[in-house]
């Protein structure tokens, strides 16, 4: 009879379905569990990233602040050079005129 035709034609694309119905809900868990393994990685690059930039600000901090502390060091050098260059010009002028003083009173 065409019923009983029409209920196996149903319970064909019954099972059918069903089964379909499997493989796409096995295609979605794999997909849902690809999407949490990304999830973590780039949780976990997000995370290193992060720290790297930390890594870096310090380094950088570092690196300002040991150049602060140079340009102070050049600065002071810079002082007592000049301090030790006017001292010497000093000298070398009571050398200039004890030397013009003796010529002087050697000539009189």
Same mark, same amino acid.
């Given at each position: 009879? /065409?019923? !009983?035709? +029409?209920?196996? =034609?149903?319970? @064909? *694309? ?5 089964? !379909?119905?499997?493989? #796409?809900?096995? &295609?979605? @868990? ?10 973590? #990685? ?5 995370? &290193? ?5 930390? #890594? *870096?600000?310090?380094?950088? /901090? ?7 502390? +140079? ?5 002071? *050098?810079? &002082?007592?050079?000049?301090?030790? !260059?006017?001292? =010497?010009? &000093? =000298?070398?002028?009571? =050398? /200039? /005129? ?7 009173? @050697?000539?009189?």
């Amino acid at each position: 009879m /065409d019923v !009983e035709k +029409t209920m196996q =034609f149903i319970l @064909n *694309h019954q099972a059918k379905s069903e089964t !379909e119905m499997a493989a #796409l809900r096995e &295609a979605q @868990n794999k997909t849902e569990q690809g999407l949490q393994r990304l999830e973590r #990685l780039v949780e976990a690059y997000a995370q &290193a990233g992060s720290i790297q930039m930390q #890594l *870096h600000r310090e380094r950088m /901090d570092a690196h300002e602040a040991w150049m602060s502390t +140079t340009a102070t060091r050049m600065e002071a *050098h810079e &002082a007592q050079q000049k301090k030790h !260059e006017d001292e =010497f010009q &000093a =000298f070398l002028k009571r =050398f /200039d /005129d004890f030397i013009r003083h003796q010529r002087g009173s @050697n000539g009189q």
